[in-house]
């Protein structure tokens, strides 16, 4: 696969939705400033986690990148 270097991919949008939402942990309510939203693709789907640094709690979204 190649790209551009200004191509924005799906896989790169969703990162930055998540990015810059969600971070506040439903569990206990922490807001994880330096939370990470861990990511792998395998290029038809983008399965996203995220675990809280407070209470350890994961999360986890799946996207399907098929149309
Ligand atoms: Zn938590």
């Not at 400033?33 to 994961?58: F, H, L, M, P």
Request: proline letters at 4%; charged letters at 35%; hydrophobic letters at 20%.
């Amino acid at each position: 696969m190649s790209q551009g270097p200004t191509a924005r991919s799906p896989f790169e949008r969703v990162r930055d939705r998540y990015e810059n939402s969600e971070k506040k942990c439903p569990d206990c309510g922490y807001i994880g400033e330096d939370g990470e939203w861990k990511s792998e693709t395998d290029g038809r789907v983008i399965v996203y986690q995220y675990r809280c640094s407070s209470c350890n709690a994961t999360r986890r979204h799946v996207f399907n990148l098929e149309r």
